[in-house]
């Protein structure tokens, strides 16, 4: 069964073992496109999926008016066990169309879910080490890309867009009440329980950081001193900052006045 034309629904295409092995894939990625021709990699993605055959990608179109759709269903009919599809008829916003993703994905019953950005700004071999970090730790929900500039990584990051996204998250954790470095990074994998299923249940209220608001959701599911201990940061060792950015000065300014709205209840 199709969704639209050339789309390969998740329906049709359950996670379950591969033939080529005893692994399954228990790992789902929701990669939110917008008129991302230009900027995805899809040799890098071909790649990935030959080499993990335990994880598999839902690609979100959000209504893209360029070729992206097209590069997708490329990609998913070379790969079909490990790329499915899904397409948006308007462009809802990366909020939405990781909600839908994600929702879309629980259906599936995988092990662990997260969201990546279609940039690639975080290399996909890093999601091998947030389920390492999981499995390891039975109790954590989830693990967050870090963009910590340190000795031995490579984070390469414009200085401007460096400073206000750490001011940015500096608020983000005293609205939060965790001591969350870096919330706004588009790498992210949590465990599928209740928790986390109950923060993608409802859309989100806020279009440009929705990221605060599932750790807002979680925490009101949790408890803060819970969250604390069930979230883990995990430094990247390699980030690049991909040029091509949809966020404007004025989406800019607009998520701190959502951040506000979150810190008086109101979002």
Same mark, same amino acid.
């Given at each position: 069964m199709r969704d639209g034309p050339g789309e390969r629904s998740l329906a049709s295409q359950s996670?379950?073992?591969?033939?080529s092995s005893n692994s399954i894939r228990n790992t789902l990625i929701v990669v939110p496109c917008y008129n991302e021709s230009r900027r995805l990699d899809a040799a890098q /993605? %071909?790649?990935?999926? #030959?080499? @993990?055959?335990?994880?598999?990608?839902?690609?979100?179109?959000d209504g893209s008016t360029d070729g992206t759709f097209e590069i997708l269903e490329v990609l998913a009919s070379r790969h079909p066990d490990a790329i499915a599809l899904k397409k948006l008829a308007v462009n809802l916003g990366k909020a939405e169309a990781?909600?839908?993703g994600v929702l879309a994905g629980l259906c599936e019953d995988p092990e662990f879910l997260g969201y990546w950005d279609a940039?690639?700004?975080?290399?996909?071999?890093a999601i091998a080490d947030f389920r390492a970090t999981l499995v390891a730790n039975p109790r954590l929900i989830g693990?967050?890309?870090?963009r910590?500039?340190?000795?031995?990584?490579? /984070? %390469?990051?414009?200085? #401007?867009? @460096?400073?206000?996204g750490r001011i940015f998250a500096s608020l983000a954790s005293i609205v939060l009440g965790l001591g969350v470095y870096d919330t706004q990074c588009g790498a992210k994998l949590f465990r599928t329980d209740s928790a986390f299923a109950s923060a993608f249940r409802e859309p989100f209220s806020s279009r440009w950081i929705f990221d605060v608001e599932i750790l807002a959701r979680l925490k009101r599911e949790l408890g803060?001193?819970?969250l604390a201990e069930r979230l883990f940061e995990f430094p990247l060792s390699r980030w690049e900052d991909v040029g091509g950015s949809k966020v404007t000065w004025r989406q800019g300014l607009l998520a701190f006045v959502e951040l506000w709205k979150i810190y008086r209840g109101s979002l």
């Open positions: 996670i379950s073992p591969v033939t /993605v %071909e790649a990935f999926v #030959l080499q @993990h055959p335990d994880v598999r990608f839902l690609f979100v179109d990781v909600r839908q940039d690639l700004a975080t290399p996909l071999e693990v967050l890309g870090s910590i500039r340190r000795l031995g990584a490579n /984070v %390469e990051r414009r200085a #401007l867009r @460096h400073y206000s803060a001193r819970e």
